[in-house]
């Protein structure tokens, strides 16, 4: 089924400069528009090599011209692309005499936007292809391929099946309800409500890594002064970002510094030390190193060898007051090379020990890094995914858990098939089954023009 009645016309390689563009038409007139500008006509998925002609016959430009005819193009529609030279008013000489010949300009991702409402992709797969454009690492290239493969989507079918199944056991006992219901039937679904929570529990996890992927991590370092949270810092960059100095309070802004380490995208920030002060702008400084912890992925604490013993008293007087308990903590005992004996540890987070001079022990923080946020083993692959799909899976969750946790009987099953319609609605919003024209809107807007 064709989206709309409209031709639409957008250059698909980066504007300015370059060797060749490629202008793509998409729409019920884009085989008919091609053909009038070159007189030619043209066979599917052949390349054909054509001249663009302006009204007064006068050639604008010589290329390439490819037609897929719908439904089997990338919009569903019918495509051609016309691969002509790559120059700025070249491309835009040729884009004008399409729209003569009836196109209409393209909205940013509206290509997209048409292969998704024809049905050729979901919406999961419609924002791995944007993903995979701004991926910044080799991992989100191949993670957003995954995703565009459907893996992601997979699993949300998966459990979006698993939701429909009991919904339509709940309904039909809601249905009938002068049917006997045995107890074993209703232990049964209650069951089959547990696994599904944890299913989408374990898939919630690997979208959280996704979301990492895509967007990369916010490492906050924390700690009194003197700990060595700048030279940390400078020993991951392998180069000076950041003053050092052995005069406590050298850091007085909330600095950040974005690093690729394994693949991985990292936000550092590296902070004021931590301390009791009357002075003006390390009071601010430390504000500011509270309220970045706040927003931390996670929080590196840093500390040396003047702290031998680290308990929840000491954490206390680091962590900012409203810290969450949800943020983790990776304890960092530097200074290796003074004190090589690790500090006594009597509260649940990791320690690691490194010094930032020598390199020692960075290796080991990384994986500490990596293990704490839940990477899973190297040899798997994982998706690529969006705030907006955990933020859905979250609702799916939450429902969820809202149906396991009421009685299964007779009395709560109306409550329960809510709860199931909910988690079932939330998994249609994320692959978009279900959607809104704003969330369309929202979505595909942040797309490139040609997209
Ligand atoms: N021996 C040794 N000294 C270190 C190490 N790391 C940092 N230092 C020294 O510790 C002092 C403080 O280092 P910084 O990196 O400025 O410490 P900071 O935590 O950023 O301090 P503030 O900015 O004041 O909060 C400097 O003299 C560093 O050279 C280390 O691994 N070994
Ligand atoms: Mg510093």
Redesign the pocket.
């Known amino acids: 089924m064709t989206a709309t009645e409209d031709t639409i016309v957008a250059l698909a390689s980066a504007p300015g400069i370059g060797a060749i563009s490629v202008i793509r038409l998409s729409g019920p007139n884009a085989l008919d528009i091609a053909q009038r500008s070159c007189k030619r006509t043209l066979s599917p998925r052949t390349a054909t090599l054509g001249t663009v002609f302006d009204e007064l016959d006068q050639p604008i430009d010589t290329g390439l011209f490819i037609a897929f005819p719908g439904p089997h193009s990338f919009t569903g529609e019918h495509v051609v692309e016309f691969q002509g030279h790559g120059g700025s008013v070249v491309t835009q000489a040729v884009i004008h005499e399409f729209l003569k010949l009836g196109a209409v300009p393209a909205n940013p991702g509206q290509f997209s936007e048409r292969a998704f409402l024809n049905g050729k992709l979901d919406l999961i797969q419609a924002e791995a292809i944007s993903d995979l454009i701004h991926a910044t690492s080799l991992q989100a290239v191949r993670a957003a391929n995954q995703s565009l493969k459907g893996v992601f989507s997979d699993s949300v079918t998966t459990l979006s099946t698993q939701i429909v199944a009991l919904r339509v056991q709940v309904e039909a006992h809601l249905d009938f309800p002068d049917e006997d219901i045995q107890p074993a039937t209703l232990d049964g679904l209650s069951k089959q409500i547990k696994t599904t929570l944890d299913d989408a529990n374990m898939l919630l996890a690997s979208a959280r890594q996704g979301v990492i992927l895509n967007t990369g991590l916010k490492v906050v370092l924390l700690?009194p002064?003197?700990?060595?949270?700048?030279?940390l810092l400078n020993c991951l960059a392998q180069q000076p970002l950041a003053i050092?100095?052995?005069i406590?309070?050298?850091?007085r802004d909330a600095i950040q510094h974005h690093l690729q380490i394994d693949d991985l995208r990292l936000q550092f920030v590296?902070t004021?030390?931590i301390r009791i002060t009357d002075d003006l702008i390390e009071s601010e400084g430390i504000r500011r190193a509270h309220q970045a912890a706040c927003q931390a992925d996670i929080i590196m604490c840093?500390f040396d060898h003047t702290v031998p013993h680290i308990d929840p008293v000491w954490l206390d007087h680091i962590l900012p007051e409203n810290w969450t308990p949800e943020i983790p903590i990776i304890l960092v005992q530097?200074?290796?090379?003074?004190q090589p004996e690790p500090a006594t540890n009597v509260t649940s987070y990791p320690l690691c020990q490194i010094?930032?001079?020598?390199s020692v022990g960075i290796d080991d923080l990384i994986a500490t890094l990596k293990t704490t946020m839940g990477f899973q083993s190297e040899h798997t692959t994982p998706f690529i995914a969006r705030e907006r799909h955990v933020y859905r899976l979250s609702n799916v969750i939450t429902s969820l858990d809202a149906a396991h946790s009421l009685p299964c009987d007779l009395d709560h099953l109306e409550l329960i098939a809510d709860e199931l319609r909910w988690s079932h609605i939330a998994l249609q919003e994320m692959t978009g089954q279900f959607h809104s024209d704003d969330l369309l809107g929202e979505i595909f807007s942040t797309f490139c023009i040609g997209k």
């Open positions: 700690g002064p003197n700990a060595g949270k700048s030279s050092v100095t052995n406590p309070g050298t850091t590296d004021a030390g840093l530097n200074k290796h090379d003074i010094s930032a001079h020598t």
